[in-house]
């Protein structure tokens, strides 16, 4: 539904920062919903939940070490470096006080982007639950029985969908043929053409759609479950894809512990992270609030164009809204955060978890890109730059809260790049420099 002028001004009358997001300016919100001690109680996950999905990642670290070379040295872990950016930091020309580190989801394994956490996650608990039901599993077994081809022509009866942007199907295709489904991946018109063609290449089939993404879901949905043995990876409402976020946090935390980075009241940590339906985020942010509780503040970032989840809770309206119900066009060229439709589950979640949201323009997730490409030599797609810009976005955050900043750690969560052709790469890098 497209709200009337007359709706819009209500709603502006009602929440005045909708004004500016509506006029596409960037702007900063902060959440009064976030509660203090927020740990589980009245959330639709536990910790139990975390540390069960970080089990499964364990049965099935053989197996994805023994197909995926490139996972063979962190012996089928799925997981990436926590690195310092103080080259990156010292050029900004607003100080940064505290640390400043980079989440390198870029450089993760097999999808080259965070959905290799959330999307691979889905997909393996999937069809370690269908080999369970047909009793050809045990979870003490050796999972390097899903190589074999008994195991693959099992799979090969059962279909799974995904509809995406671009990232999610690029993990969910590479996995899902991996272990022998039928995959298909509905795709929206702006997702990038080397996507779709290594898609192809790795034996995906691949469906376009014209128009939003959302319509690429929604048919998605509908094509997928149409077949008794289809299985719909639904970025618009996954637990699945939420609890695979979620191990994030685990990780980080034996990280920090292992750079001697303290976290507790005196030196909080600050996390900025890129936000498309607000799965990836929501699942992080709640696993880092099980493991930090307030001693870890998390940012969501939308582009100015696709501020979704920030409409929908600001509004308190969450999925009921779409930002082109408030005439917001949803385009922008960073195609991993192009969504106008937030998650349900991720949004309901994140509601008493997010500390706040900013939203960047995409000429800014260009020169974030050049200028860390200058300083770090790190290279991340445009969606995966938001991040960066988090410490001089919240400096209001934390004079309001009383933190000093000298204290803190600032994280920015890189989510994507690795699997970019260079040619693509290096015009967002020139685009990058242009700009400057
Ligand atoms: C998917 C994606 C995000 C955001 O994740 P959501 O679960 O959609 O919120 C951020 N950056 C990149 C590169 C992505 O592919």
Known sequence: MVYSQKDINDWQHRYPLLKDIIELEPVFWINPNLKKNEASASLPLTRED?????????????????????????????ESPLANIDKFKRTLSTPVEGEFYLKCDNELPIAGSIKARGGIYEVLQHAETLAIEAGILTKDDDYTAFSSK???????????????????????????????????????????????????????????????????IASGREKTIADPKGYFVDDEDSKHLFLGYSVAALRLQKQLDQKKIAVDEEHPIFVYLPCGVGGSPGGITYGLKQVFGDNVHCFF????????????????????????????????????????????????????L??????????????????????????????????????ERVLSYMEKKNINAKNTTHIAWATGGDLVPESDMKSFYDKGKSLL
């Open 354 to 391: 997010v500390s706040g949201i900013y939203t960047i323009e995409d000429n800014d997730l260009y020169k974030l890109l050049a200028i860390l490409a200058d300083t770090e030599e790190i290279f991340l797609e445009p969606s995966a730059t938001a991040g960066l810009a988090g410490p």
């Open 50 to 78: 975390m540390e069960k999905a970080e089990l499964l990642w364990h049965r099935f670290a053989p197996f994805l070490a023994a197909e995926f070379p490139e996972t063979k040295e962190s012996n089928g872990i799925i």
């Open 150 to 216: 008994e195991f693959k022509e099992f799979f090969s009866q059962f279909s799974i969908g995904v509809g995406s942007t671009g990232n999610l199907g690029l993990s969910i295709g590479i996995i899902s043929a991996k272990l022998g489904f039928n995959v298909f991946v509905y795709m929206s018109a702006d997702a990038k053409q080397w996507k779709k063609d290594l898609l192809r290449e790795k034996g995906v089939n691949v469906h376009e759609f014209e128009g939003d993404f959302s319509i690429a």
């Open 301 to 352: 970032v939308e582009p100015t164009h696709s501020p979704s989840v920030l409409i929908g809770l600001l509004t308190g309206e969450m999925e009921r809204v779409s930002v082109q119900d408030f005439g917001i066009d949803n385009r922008t060229e960073a195609d991993g955060l192009a969504v106008g439709r937030p998650s349900s589950f991720a949004t309901a979640v994140s509601d008493n």
